[in-house]
């Protein structure tokens, strides 16, 4: 015998690659191409090298702080943790306890399947519509918890409020997860049931409409049952999960809400200006309620253009998976970036 | 039914309070009494609010190569983490997966019995000797696992190396996590008996040593094979833990070498100092190698003792618990600061 036997293996989750070229356009992991608030930038001027021997505050009150005033939600119905991908491990582990399968779509985030080995969760994956839309009726079968991204990457599709209601009012027994890591682009977000059902938990992150990326900063909505449950799994694994500069970085942000709109606005623009020219080059996709539009091409493969774009030093992101094969999720960038791709494949599809 | 009944219900750690009070004397979770190295404060100057928006480097290629460089390891035998309680937590999940009990002392840090909890490993814990050693002999046992702080906390008691090695040695088929938070005030650590027992992970963190605690940057040395699955582990559950300023300032101070040297070398003169002192008001404690030490009085009851501490904005860490409700563990400050913790102490035990 050795110890390995007692080993944890998983598969684990692989992040979109992180090139650093000059004069690259990255446009292969959702982040926000515009600087985050100018409020950030005065709050880390603001840090005390000489206060990182203390630990932080390990409630974490002055994101909270700023969550709540700004979302109008009490601070004992707020979650925080490192990055939504932190927090999203950490409800999973917390909540998803059962026999029973927990289910989310066949295609979404591709952490999903890896939390539940991570954890033993047994789940089933419910196929999308070839819309890419949800079916509400797959989430009313039996289940151990329910999860899913609203809008649902990597397709950017978005599901009515009204759907969520009907998924989540029809699970009382299990805790629904909507992971809204995009909502800020023009979904509409699930936080104004969060009062009304105690088995919901809404999912957000600065990392995207936010850009703090590099901050690592995510937070949830939930019932004082649920955060209260949250935060005993989590004071159960580690006290202290902010660090100094992620509360007092977080905290500018957030309160920076002018900015805010400013650039998501800026995004949403360009995103609907690359839908035009994307279509003009026959490409197609499901309408885009998010920060990438997830697009495949009427003749050409999506894996070949991914390379070509490559080879320009312009990452996309592409997964060789089943039903999604021949897409590329594009992050939307600054206009000036997003010409440079348009003009690069307009001379690509043309001269092939 | 409820969704509550799928909850994992769990009673979390509590970390040392952290109180903000004007001219405190916050001896209560053994930071370090100065700043960071020089070098932190450059590395936090430099901090570019605009790169945040980017997500960090997911390998965190910075801080292992510092690491890498100042302790001759190459980088795929070291794994970082939030804080050591997230690597320790990480090691735990990764690990320990047998029926059988993992095994710690009875006195000893007081997250391993919330961690086992927490992931439902069966735990025993194994008596101290009367001077709060460890028996080798008890970690021969039938076990799933082994974890032990060296120096121990709250204890502030260093085993040998020799005895470090029996237990490692003798416990070939389960993981032996060795703890040393404390280390860097006079211990020896296991690090050079990795490479011996691929079995053996040595955790360490920027926390105490390296006046760091705000910064959340734990790290761990071991096999290829056994950082390799804790590796595969983490990056199941986040695969960007470490945010860009704990990258940056990180690497900047595990790179100070000799300030290292000097303010652990000065945090050890204060503690040689203290314990004379402490020992002629009539406490008595084990011979520490720590950056506390673990103190009772012959005749005054050490909660006493802590109360009124605290009406003095003197803060130190009183446990309630089985063995130890007669003991303060007092972290060593400056020189100042802990000479007027004497003199209070002087007046107090002299006016009673």
Redesign the interface.
């Known amino acids: ?15 979109g690659e ?1 090139p650093n070229r000059p004069n690259m356009i ?1 446009l292969n ?1 959702n ?6 608030a100018p409020a ?2 005065e709050a ?1 001027a603001k ?1 005390e ?10 409630t974490a009150d002055l994101l909270l702080q700023a969550l709540s005033d700004v979302y109008h939600m009490p601070k004992n119905q707020i979650f925080v943790g ?2 939504s ?2 927090v999203l ?1 950490m409800a999973f ?6 026999d029973k399968p927990i289910l989310f779509p066949d295609v979404t985030y591709s952490f999903y399947d ?2 539940a ?2 954890f033993r969760i047994p789940y089933k994956t419910c196929a999308l519509d070839e819309k890419f839309k949800l079916c509400v009726e797959d989430y009313k079968q039996p289940n ?2 329910i999860v899913f991204p609203n809008p649902n990457a990597p397709t950017g599709v978005l599901e009515s409020l009204k759907d969520v209601e009907e998924i989540v009012a029809a699970n ?4 629904v997860i909507v992971d809204e890591a995009y909502v800020d682009f023009g979904g509409t977000s699930a936080l104004s049931l969060v009062d009304k059902y ?2 919901l938990l809404v999912v957000q992150t600065f ?1 995207k409409s936010r ?6 900063i995510g937070y949830a909505f939930g019932s004082t ?1 649920l955060i209260g ?1 949250l ?16 509360l007092m ?1 977080g905290a500018a942000c957030v309160r920076s809400v002018d900015y805010f709109e400013e650039i998501t606005a800026k995004i949403i623009a360009t995103r609907e200006w690359t839908k035009a020219e994307l279509a003009k080059l026959g490409f197609t996709f499901p309408d885009s309620y998010t920060n990438f539009i997830f697009a495949t091409h009427k003749s050409v493969p999506a894996e070949e253009i991914y390379m070509a774009l490559r080879e320009q030093d312009i990452f996309v992101r592409y997964f060789k998976k089943p039903r999604i094969d021949n897409y590329l999720r594009i992050t939307i960038g600054t206009d000036e970036q997003m010409q440079v791709l348009i003009e690069f494949l307009k001379k690509y599809l043309n001269n092939r």
Chains 1, 2 share one sequence.
């Open positions: 015998m050795s110890f390995e036997v007692n080993v944890r293996k998983v598969v684990p989750y692989v992040p992180q990255k992991t982040e926000c191409p515009y600087p985050p950030v930038k880390l840090l090298s000489a206060d990182m021997r203390l630990y932080p505050d390990p490192v990055g991908d932190d491990a582990l917390t909540f998803f306890n059962s890896v939390w080995d991570l151990g918890g009382p027994d299990v805790v105690e088995n990392s850009a703090l990326a590099g901050m690592r049952k449950y935060n005993d799994a989590k004071f159960s694994f580690n006290s202290y999960t902010m660090n100094r500069p992620s970085a």
